[in-house]
T-cell receptor, first 113, second 113 residues
Framework: QKEVEQNSGPLSVPEGAIASLNCTYS??????FFWYRQYSGKSPELIMS????GDKEDGRFTAQLNKASQYVSLLIRDSQPSDSATYLC?????????????FGDGTTLTVKP | DVKVTQSSRYLVKRTGEKVFLECVQD?????MFWYRQDPGLGLRLIYF???????EKGDIPEGYSVSREKKERFSLILESASTNQTSMYLC????????????FGSGTRLTVV
């Protein structure tokens, strides 16, 4: 089992719809969770961080964390063609090298006009 | 604007050459990381560093070494380049502690022929 798993996609949604991206992790003690957006040919860019159970909203983006289920998700409301990218989930471990993230393989999102 | 700068965007090297990839950050970050990214394999950690002159192996250190003589600079060295080291190399940095995400450089696309 991979430490961080994401639906590989691709995920396709129409413009204006809600895109839902999911991520599960194996280490129950993990404490920090991140979402990165990576456009084709570009490097990843941090878009959301979440540390506590529940929802965290930033503009059209909402990150959701459920530590009991070891599940983190990213919702993109009113999806735009400019949201078309690969989204990487990353998890920081509970101890030791606390700044070293483990990344999922990413979910590719296409928003169709 | 804070930055992680990688010295080259594209590099072509011959098999057996010693290759240096340079990364400089201007954010006074303690942590620095080198990843490679390949289609279907995601982001794989090569080496990381939590402090000057300190280094730790990541998941795939074979064939690589690193140097961190100054806080702002983290160099990746391919001792004897091979064709299977053709890849996108990404440098990242972060603040110390478990709650901080990464800032990535723009990447170096290395081709070994």
């Amino acid at each position: 089992q991979k430490e961080v798993e994401q639906n590989s996609g691709p995920l396709s949604v129409p413009e204006g719809a809600i895109a839902s991206l999911n991520c599960t992790y194996s280490d129950r003690g993990s404490q920090s969770f991140f979402w990165y957006r990576q456009y084709s040919g570009k490097s990843p860019e941090l878009i959301m961080s979440i540390y506590s159970n529940g929802d965290k909203e930033d503009g059209r983006f909402t990150a959701q964390l459920n530590k009991a289920s070891q599940y983190v998700s990213l919702l993109i409301r009113d999806s735009q063609p400019s949201d078309s990218a690969t989204y990487l989930c990353a998890v920081n471990p509970p101890r030791g090298n606390a700044g070293k993230s483990t990344f999922g393989d990413g979910t590719t999102l296409t928003v169709k006009p | 604007d804070v930055k992680v700068t990688q010295s080259s965007r594209y590099l072509v090297k011959r098999t057996g050459e010693k290759v240096f990839l340079e990364c400089v950050q201007d954010m006074d970050h303690e942590n620095m990381f080198w990843y490679r990214q390949d289609p279907g394999l995601g982001l794989r950690l090569i080496y990381f560093s939590y402090d000057v002159k300190m280094k730790e192996k990541g998941d795939i250190p074979e064939g690589y070494s690193v140097s961190r003589e100054k806080k702002e600079r983290f160099s990746l060295i391919l001792e004897s380049a091979s064709t299977n080291q053709t890849s996108m190399y990404l440098c990242a940095s972060s603040m110390s502690g478990p709650v901080h995400g990464y800032t990535f450089g723009s990447g170096t696309r290395l081709t070994v022929v």
